[in-house]
Nanobody, 122 residues
Framework: QVQLVESGGGLVQAGGSLRLSCAAS????????MGWFRQTPGKEREFVVA????????YYVDSLKGRFTISRGNAKNTVYLQMNTLKPEDTAVYYC???????????????WGQGTQVTVSS
């Protein structure tokens, strides 16, 4: 069974940092683009960043570039999201996703994790 499992969420004060992890199991994800999205109640899922299979291509949403960093583990089946200088508006459920092509559209990703809550207090 294919699974994506996120971890690393939690409560942090504004200005702090968190590192999210997404581990893929069940099959080789070497051909997949891995992405992070986030969602707040009543809003659509928002693209954060995606990384290619090799890790050589990274696609950020401009507003988060510089604070958020994505990386891929050596085994290619783990993806990390380092979030620095967190702001209260970063509070959301963060989802890991896998797809065939880099995209900012959630519909282009066919595998999703269960999500991990990130709460940034002011």
């Amino acid at each position: 069974q294919v699974q994506l499992v996120e971890s690393g969420g939690g409560l942090v004060q504004a200005g702090g940092s968190l590192r999210l992890s997404c581990a893929a199991s069940g099959r080789t994800f070497s051909r997949y683009v891995m992405g992070w999205f986030r969602q707040t109640p009543g809003k659509e899922r928002e693209f954060v960043v995606a990384i290619s299979w090799s890790g050589g291509s990274i696609y950020y949403v401009d507003s988060l570039k510089g604070r958020f960093t994505i990386s891929r583990g050596n085994a290619k089946n783990t993806v990390y999201l380092q979030m620095n200088t967190l702001k209260p508006e970063d509070t959301a459920v963060y989802y890991c996703a896998a797809g065939d092509l880099p995209s900012q559209k959630s519909n282009d990703y066919d595998l999703w994790g269960q999500g991990t809550q990130v709460t940034v207090s002011s």
